[in-house]
């Protein structure tokens, strides 16, 4: 079992920035694929941006290219999302997820069924 524990979310203003991180727990929290997503009010979820297990490959959707970072401390069971220049259709509540999958599935843009999700933190972004 894995417990994952969002953090960082809040509101801010158009143009600043914000790093929210995923604690993962439990005894086979290590080794996954990891990724966030974000639901805006009345619209689906989407991928934000993902990670494998040694950081060496990400992906990231076209919304947050350039704006957006993810990473990884393992040795911290510990995923980031760095968002700059964040925009007002950045608003959503942000989830992070973790599986074996994860990363190949949003890839070949499947259905995001993942074991694993946090319970995720809000996002605002004022104008």
């Not at 080794?31 to 989407?46: C, I, N, S, T, V």
Request: hydrophobic share 40%; with cysteine; glycine share 12%.
């Amino acid at each position: 079992q894995v417990q994952l524990e969002e953090a960082g979310g809040g509101l801010v203003q158009v143009g600043g920035s914000l790093r929210l991180a995923c604690a993962a727990s439990g005894p086979t929290s290590r080794g996954y694929p990891m990724g966030w997503f974000r639901q805006a009010r009345a619209k689906d979820l989407e991928v934000v941006a993902a990670i494998s297990w040694s950081g060496g490959s990400t992906y990231y959707a076209d919304s947050v290219k350039g704006r957006f970072t993810i990473s990884r401390d393992n040795a911290k069971n510990t995923v980031y999302l760095q968002m700059n220049s964040l925009k007002p259709e950045d608003t959503a509540v942000y989830y992070c997820a973790a599986d074996p999958a994860l990363l190949s599935t949003v890839m070949a843009g499947l259905a995001y069924d993942f074991y694993y999700w946090g319970q995720g933190t809000q996002v605002t972004v004022s104008s």
